[in-house]
C-alpha cells in the first residue's frame, strides 16, 4: 500500500464532486471521470490509467469510521491476493495518512458491467438459463472464497455486476476470515449461499424484499438450485 499525502482543497479534481482528499499519486496515475454509486460511508468513481488508457473503478473510503480488523485492511491487503473470475479484481490502494481530512483510503478495482439490480431494472429479469448460468458462476466464486475460509458477507442484487454472459461478485468491503471465538464457520458460510438463493430468486420473480430486510425467499431459492444439482453448504 502506498502512503501518500493529500493535495489541497483547491487541488482536487474539480469535475467530480469527491468528497474526499486525493492522494497525489493517485492523481499523477489516474484521470478520474464519473460517479459510479455510494454506499453508507463510501462513495465510487470511473476512472482511467493515465498511462495505459484502461478504465478501473476507484473506491473511496474513511478509514476512521471502520473496525480496520474487518473493513479496509481486507480490501486493501487481502483482496488484491484473491483471482477468479468471477469476483471483480482489486488492484492497489492508496493510503491518504491521518493528516488527511478525513484520513481514507482510495481502492483501485476492477470497472465491469452493470448491477445486477440495475440491469433487472432497465431491461426485465433475465431468462431462466441466464439466471442459472450467472448464480452458477457467483457459486463457484463463493465455493473459490469458502475455501479460503472467507465469507463475502453481503451478497445480494447490488453487489453482484453482470456484463453479458458473466456474473461477478462485487464489493468485500465486509468480507471477512471467518473463526472468530465462539462461532460456527459453517453457519457465517452459510450467509453467503443465503443470500445466492436470494438473488437467484430475484432475478426469477423480481424484486422480494429490500435489501436488509429480513424474507424467507432462500428456502425457495435453494430448492430451486438443488433440483438443478447445485449443492453448496448452507449451514443451515
Known amino acids: 500500500m502506498s502512503s501518500l499525502t493529500a493535495l489541497p482543497a483547491e487541488a482536487q479534481f474539480d469535475k467530480v464532486p469527491c468528497s474526499f482528499p486525493m492522494p497525489q499519486q493517485l492523481l499523477a496515475e489516474y484521470q478520474l471521470g464519473r460517479f459510479l454509486g455510494a454506499g453508507a460511508f463510501t462513495e465510487v468513481y470511473e476512472a482511467t490509467n493515465k498511462m495505459s488508457g484502461r478504465q478501473y473503478a476507484i473506491k473511496f473510503l474513511p478509514k476512521d469510521d471502520f473496525d ?3 473493513q479496509y485492511s481486507f480490501e ?3 483482496a488484491p491476493h484473491l483471482s477468479h473470475p468471477h469476483i471483480v479484481r482489486y488492484f492497489s490502494s492508496f ?3 491521518p493528516g488527511g481530512t478525513p ?3 482510495a481502492i483501485v478495482m476492477e470497472l465491469f458491467g452493470h448491477r445486477l439490480r440495475t440491469y433487472m431494472d432497465t431491461f426485465g ?4 438459463e441466464t439466471a442459472l448460468q450467472w448464480t452458477r458462476q457467483l ?4 465455493i473459490y472464497l469458502q475455501a479460503r475460509g472467507i465469507r463475502h458477507g453481503d451478497v445480494r442484487p447490488s453487489n453482484v455486476h453482470v456484463d453479458g454472459s458473466i456474473a461477478k461478485l ?3 468491503g465486509m468480507a ?3 473463526g472468530r471465538e465462539g462461532e460456527d464457520p459453517l453457519d457465517v458460510l452459510g450467509e453467503d449461499v443465503r443470500g445466492l438463493a436470494r438473488v437467484f430468486i430475484e432475478m426469477l420473480v423480481g424484486r422480494v424484499a429490500k435489501d436488509g430486510e429480513f424474507d424467507t425467499s432462500h428456502i425457495e431459492g435453494l430448492r430451486l438450485l438443488d433440483k438443478q444439482g447445485m449443492k453448496i453448504p448452507t449451514g443451515a
Open 95 to 97: 493510503d491518504v495518512p
Open 125 to 128: 429479469l433475465p431468462t431462466f
Open 170 to 172: 462485487v464489493d468485500l
Open 176 to 178: 471477512r476470515h471467518v
Open 139 to 142: 457459486a463457484s466464486a463463493l
Open 103 to 105: 484520513p481514507a483510503l
Open 76 to 78: 486493501s491487503e487481502t
Open 68 to 70: 480496520p480488523s474487518l
